[in-house]
């Protein structure tokens, strides 16, 4: 990545901070950024935290005689291979997506010739307004990659998508969109003309009308790698089981509740080049669904019998001509994890597990992930990382494999 470099525009949000953030993880990796400053983004950060970070000059000034004379305008937005709009706010998408040119971060973006990558960051509302409904689809459909939001306490006090994406998530869409060469899934996309099944989240179990059998599974993992492997090009569908996660951008998903619903729409969901079966799946439900709430009584508390859920991953691992090409299941595990793994890939026939140690604290429901990959080969061990991170590296492992 080290003759790589990425222009970045930083707009006035909160979410400001996290640019900082995003430069150093970019300047560790060798990639050269360039930042723009908007007026407003001054409001929240320092030029001189940002330039010294990105150990480059901040240009914030269209109209700046010494800037101009240096490096023009339009040179400025075709300097990088690839421009970074974090955080875009509602403002700057409305600007690039009706074409105005006001001030140099919205000018460099209308006049450059380079892929571009917004990470929007909003107020919930702001995010959910018809306008920026129709910014966003006029963005999208002119080709610019749109990562994040994500959806979760803000800094306003509410609640909700609108949330800039964390800066390893940015950072490895930037990854993703520098090697692959073309952002919108495009013929030069590693994963262009692949499809992928990723299953995600818990599934839910009904006892009674009010009343199943879940886990803490936050789906996280899998629509990060969803995400990750969309960003490559591939066509994907999510088959997710109930999260309070919004769609990753480009993905298809299938909502289901129960593991048969999930199989059900797993196996529709195919043919796929490859399944990344990171659902949570019960492996047991109820034998019988009341059809009306159970009630305490003198006979004392009900005796729940369980049978035994379908093995989504057993059955994609052996589903005969439809067999994706690369079948990859996860595992979470509290103890022994490699011999688990081991003995898991083996009993399943996938081609790859990948065991996460779930007794560590942050992993469950949490944004890292600490994870072994196994396959016939061996087993890699990649160092505990935030999930956008393993995703990344996943999907980039799963393009070469297919490749
Ligand atoms: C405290 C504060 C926080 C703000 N946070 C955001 C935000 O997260 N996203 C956003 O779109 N606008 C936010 N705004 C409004 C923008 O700063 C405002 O629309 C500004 O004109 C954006 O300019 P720019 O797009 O040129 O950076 C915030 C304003 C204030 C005062």
């Given at each position: 990545?080290?003759?790589?470099r990425?222009?970045?525009?930083?707009?006035?949000?909160?979410?400001?901070?996290?640019?900082?953030?995003?430069?150093?993880?970019?300047?560790?990796?060798?990639?050269?950024?360039?930042?723009v400053?908007?007026?407003?983004?001054?409001?929240?950060?320092?030029?001189?935290?940002?330039s010294?970070?990105?150990?480059?000059?901040?240009?914030?000034?269209?109209?700046?005689?010494?800037?101009?004379?240096?490096?023009?305008?339009?040179?400025?937005?075709?300097?990088?291979?690839?421009?970074?709009?974090?955080?875009?706010?509602?403002?700057?998408?409305?600007?690039?997506?009706?074409?105005?040119?006001g001030?140099?971060?919205?000018?460099v973006?209308?006049?450059?010739?380079?892929?571009?990558?917004?990470?929007?960051?909003m107020?919930?509302?702001?995010?959910?307004?018809?306008?920026?409904?129709?910014n966003?689809?006029?963005?999208?459909?002119?080709?610019?990659?749109?990562?994040?939001?994500?959806?979760?306490?803000?800094?306003?006090?509410?609640?909700?998508?609108?949330?800039?994406?964390?800066?390893?998530?940015?950072?490895?869409?930037?990854?993703?969109?520098?090697?692959?060469?073309?952002?919108?899934?495009?013929?030069?996309?590693?994963?262009?003309?692949?499809?992928?099944?990723?299953?995600?989240?818990p599934?839910e179990e009904?006892?009674?009308?009010?009343?199943?059998?879940?886990?803490?599974?936050?789906?996280?993992?899998?629509?990060?790698?969803?995400?990750?492997?969309?960003?490559?090009?591939?066509?994907?569908t999510?088959?997710?089981?109930?999260?309070?996660?919004?769609?990753?951008?480009?993905?298809?998903?299938?909502?289901?509740?129960?593991?048969?619903?999930?199989?059900?729409?797993?196996?529709?969901?195919?043919?796929?080049?490859?399944?990344?079966?990171?659902?949570?799946?019960?492996?047991?439900?109820?034998d019988?669904?009341f059809?009306?709430?159970?009630?305490?009584?003198?006979?004392?508390?009900?005796?729940?019998?369980?049978?035994?859920?379908?093995?989504?991953?057993?059955?994609?691992?052996?589903?005969?001509?439809?067999?994706?090409?690369?079948?990859?299941?996860?595992?979470?595990?509290?103890?022994?994890?490699?011999?688990?793994?081991?003995?898991?890939?083996?009993?399943?026939?996938c081609?790859?597990?990948?065991?996460?140690d779930?007794?560590?604290?942050?992993?469950?429901?949490?944004?890292?992930?600490?994870?072994?990959?196994?396959?016939?080969?061996?087993?890699?061990?990649?160092?505990?990382?935030?999930?956008?991170?393993?995703?990344?590296?996943?999907?980039?492992?799963?393009?070469?494999?297919?490749?």
């Open positions: 990545m080290n003759d790589k990425v222009l970045l525009i930083v707009g006035g949000g909160i979410a400001a901070y996290k640019a900082l953030e995003l430069v150093r993880l970019l300047r560790k990796a060798g990639i050269g950024v360039r930042p400053m908007t007026a407003a983004a001054a409001h929240f950060v320092t030029p001189l935290s940002l010294a970070l990105a150990e480059d000059k901040v240009y914030d000034d269209l109209f700046s005689l010494t800037d101009e004379a240096e490096m023009g305008h339009i040179e400025l937005s075709r300097s990088a291979d690839l421009l970074v709009v974090a955080p875009a706010t509602a403002d700057l998408m409305a600007k690039a997506a009706g074409g105005l040119a001030d140099l971060a919205s000018t973006l209308l006049a450059t010739d380079k892929p571009v990558l917004m990470a929007p960051a107020n919930v509302r702001m995010w959910a307004h018809p306008a920026t409904r129709r966003l689809a006029t963005l999208m459909a002119d080709g610019v990659q749109i990562v994040g939001p994500g959806e979760g306490p803000m800094a306003c006090g509410e609640f909700g998508p609108g949330r800039m994406a964390e800066p390893a998530e940015i950072f490895e869409a930037i990854v993703a969109a520098l090697e692959g060469g073309a952002l919108e899934g495009g013929a030069g996309s590693p994963l262009a003309g692949r499809r992928a099944l990723v299953t995600a989240g599934t009904p006892l009674d009308p009010v009343r199943m059998l879940t886990n803490r599974s936050s789906g996280k993992q899998g629509y990060a790698i969803a995400a990750a492997l969309a960003r490559l090009g591939a066509e994907v999510l088959v997710s089981g109930p999260t309070a996660l919004a769609a990753p951008a480009g993905v298809r998903r299938v909502e289901v509740r129960t593991a048969v619903e999930m199989l059900n729409a797993a196996t529709a969901a195919l043919p796929a080049d490859v399944a990344v079966c990171v659902a949570a799946v019960a492996d047991w439900r109820p019988a669904v059809g009306v709430k159970l009630k305490k009584g003198k006979e004392g508390p009900p005796t729940l019998r369980l049978v035994e859920n379908p093995d989504i991953l057993a059955s994609l691992s052996r589903s005969g001509p439809q067999r994706p090409r690369l079948v990859i299941g996860f595992a979470a595990e509290t103890n022994d994890v490699e011999a688990h793994a081991r003995a898991k890939l083996a009993r399943k026939g081609d790859w597990i990948v065991a996460n779930v007794s560590e604290a942050g992993v469950m429901g949490g944004d890292d992930n600490a994870v072994m990959v196994i396959d016939g080969k061996g087993a890699e061990r990649w160092p505990r990382g935030p999930k956008a991170a393993v995703a990344g590296r996943l999907a980039r492992r799963i393009a070469e494999a297919l490749a």
